[in-house]
Nanobody, 124 residues
């Protein structure tokens, strides 16, 4: 059974940085795609970034391009989301997700496994 556990959220001032981690257990993820989504109060869950575990192809939402970087550490079975130049509108619960296959979808319904989420709050 796949388990995903996020960490690294917190409170940061606008312009600051945070690095989120997603530790994955349960199987070999070499054929999986990993994604980060976020959900702000009163809003739908939205795509942030995704990466193919093998090969490293990535995809980003336009709102975070140039500021966020997704990466993996195969030795640690961990996915990271480095967030720089944070803005108040980045405030949300951030979720890690995974799915089998190389495709990098942007819809949450296309991901089979989810973590519990970690809160990111950016103050102005």
């Amino acid at each position: 059974q796949v388990q995903l556990v996020e960490s690294g959220g917190g409170l940061v001032q606008a312009g600051g940085s945070l690095r989120l981690s997603c530790a994955a257990w349960g199987r070999s993820f070499s054929t999986y795609a990993m994604g980060w989504f976020r959900q702000a109060p009163g809003k739908e869950r939205e795509f942030v970034a995704a990466i193919r575990w093998t090969g490293g192809s990535t995809s980003y939402a336009d709102s975070v391009k140039g500021r966020f970087t997704i990466s993996t550490d195969s030795a640690k079975n961990t996915v990271y989301l480095q967030m720089n130049s944070l803005k108040p509108e980045d405030t949300a619960i951030y979720y890690c997700a995974s799915r089998r296959g190389a495709y990098l979808p942007t819809k949450s319904a296309d991901y089979a496994y989810w973590g519990q989420g970690t809160q990111v709050t950016v103050s102005s």
